[in-house]
């Protein structure tokens, strides 16, 4: 474990086997749609790479990079686009793969602007949420882990572009860091 990590949140061996359910369920869910993945750059890489093995049904990928964060803690509310998709949503099952869901103000961005190219549908798949931390409410069909209102670093998410490679989620201590 590295050395200013604090307690493990969610293990790998957890990470695994949630992941696997979330992929049976997607893949009931959409069997005989036209599913496009959308993972939000960069903390949902390492969750949209797991889940995606995870399917039994056709899918096609896509990615967004949005900023709202830069190197802070919190959020600061203004969300900008710095690359858009590749491809056209207009009609197709969209699903927005996110790693965290906190204020939730980048994600009720996003869907207010991918809602807007006419998709056939618009879900939300995320891997944790941190209910206490909402400050504006989105739907969230599909929900890995519900986590309390602790910093986490791990498996994509990370602090000042630190952790993402870790393979477990794990709370990071307010004092092993400077915050930014
Ligand atoms: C994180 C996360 C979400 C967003 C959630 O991204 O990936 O996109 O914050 O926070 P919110 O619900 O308060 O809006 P971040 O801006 O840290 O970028 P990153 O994915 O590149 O780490």
């Not at 993945?37 to 896509?62: H, K, N, S």
């Amino acid at each position: 474990m590295a050395a200013s990590v604090g307690e493990v949140l969610i293990s790998s061996e957890q990470l695994e086997l949630r992941i696997q359910e979330l992929g049976s369920q997607i893949s009931r869910d959409y069997a005989g749609k036209d599913l496009v993945m959308v993972g939000v750059l960069r903390g949902a890489v390492v969750f949209i790479a797991d889940l995606l093995r995870q399917l039994e049904v056709p899918c096609e990928i896509d990615f967004m990079a949005v900023s709202s964060y830069g190197s802070s803690r919190d959020s600061s509310g203004v969300v900008r686009i710095l690359k858009d998709l590749d491809d056209s949503i207009t009609g197709r099952d969209v699903l927005i793969v996110e790693d965290i869901v906190d204020s939730g103000l980048t994600l009720n961005y996003l869907m207010r602007n991918l809602r807007a190219r006419d998709p056939a549908s618009l879900e939300v798949c995320s891997l944790l949420t941190k209910p206490e931390r909402r400050r504006v409410e989105v739907p969230i069909r599909y929900t890995g882990f519900e986590i309390p209102n602790t910093f986490v670093v791990g498996y994509g998410l990370d602090h000042a572009q630190r952790y993402r490679n870790l393979d477990y989620v794990a709370s990071l201590p307010e004092d092993s860091v400077p915050t930014l």
